[in-house]
């Protein structure tokens, strides 16, 4: 069955808004936002999170800075930008709106 690759679809759809969501709660860099995306169950490389960063920071979404690591080089720190802002508030609203959608579909009684 497909099942794995129905999983590995789905959550790659969904990975630009989890990234976003990461971070909004706070300030954060790659190998920190994989980790996190890992403790979720939700698996992933880093050759998929940088193309992905790189994707939303060059549409204005988020922003960064270099700091220094108190292990190894600088590391670069994301931060969400107003229009990252506006977009995960924007991605919330779809989000909840499908699970929505969803649940109706699931409960749904045929009346046939």
Do not use: F
Not at 50 to 68: S, V
């Amino acid at each position: 069955m497909k099942e794995e690759n129905t999983k590995a679809q789905m959550r790659k759809g969904i990975l630009e808004y989890c990234i976003l969501a990461i971070i909004a709660r706070e300030d954060s860099y790659a190998p920190k936002i994989i980790a996190e995306l890992k403790r979720a169950s939700m698996i992933v490389v880093e050759g998929t999170i940088y193309p992905i960063l790189t994707r939303q920071k060059n549409a204005g979404l988020l922003t960064y800075r270099w700091e220094e690591s108190p292990q190894g080089p600088p590391r670069k720190y994301y931060s969400l930008t107003a229009k990252g802002r506006e977009q995960l508030a924007a991605l919330d609203e779809a989000w909840n709106e499908m699970v929505e959608q969803i649940e109706t579909i699931r409960k749904h009684h045929s009346v046939e």
